[in-house]
């Protein structure tokens, strides 16, 4: 199961820049769509440590900012008072992630946290 909690600093103003002024809603919506986008590569992390430990699984908590000039995910880190997963499973996720860009960018920055939870089946 995914979640996704996000946060815009609405105090910030900026200056119109052609970018997008998208609410709360729009802007956690839009951001699960983008790290949807890389399901695949993170599916291939969590399958990795399978291959060392059959019966792993746990929660991998990311935080991050989505950067209002380009709307850039950057500074992601694993959370490690909340993670449950396997320190690699974090660092893949957090490499699978980082760089990925939310278009249009945004007029204000958006703080982020999601979460990974991982079973193992059998």
């Given at each position: 199961?995914?979640?996704l909690?996000?946060?815009?600093?609405?105090?910030?103003?900026?200056?119109?820049?052609g970018?997008?002024?998208?609410?709360?809603?729009m802007?956690?919506?839009?951001?699960?769509?983008?790290?949807?986008?890389?399901?695949?590569?993170?599916?291939?992390?969590?399958?990795?440590?399978?291959?060392?430990?059959?019966?792993?699984?746990?929660?991998v908590?990311?935080?991050?900012?989505v950067?209002s000039?380009?709307?850039v995910?950057?500074d992601?880190?694993?959370?490690k008072?909340?993670?449950?997963g396997?320190?690699?499973l974090?660092?893949?996720?957090?490499k699978?992630?980082?760089?990925l860009?939310?278009?249009?960018?945004?007029?204000?920055?958006?703080?982020?946290?999601?979460?990974?939870?991982?079973?193992?089946?059998?």
């Amino acid at each position: 199961m995914k979640t996704l909690l996000i946060t815009t600093l609405l105090g910030l103003t900026l200056a119109s820049t052609g970018c997008a002024a998208r609410s709360a809603e729009m802007y956690r919506d839009d951001t699960r769509k983008l790290l949807e986008s890389k399901q695949g590569a993170i599916q291939d992390c969590y399958n990795d440590v399978l291959k060392q430990e059959r019966t792993a699984g746990g929660k991998v908590v990311v935080r991050f900012t989505v950067k209002s000039d380009t709307g850039v995910i950057a500074d992601a880190k694993v959370d490690k008072a909340q993670s449950t997963g396997s320190k690699g499973l974090g660092q893949c996720i957090v490499k699978a992630i980082e760089g990925l860009t939310l278009d249009p960018a945004d007029e204000r920055d958006g703080d982020a946290t999601f979460t990974w939870e991982f079973q193992a089946q059998g």
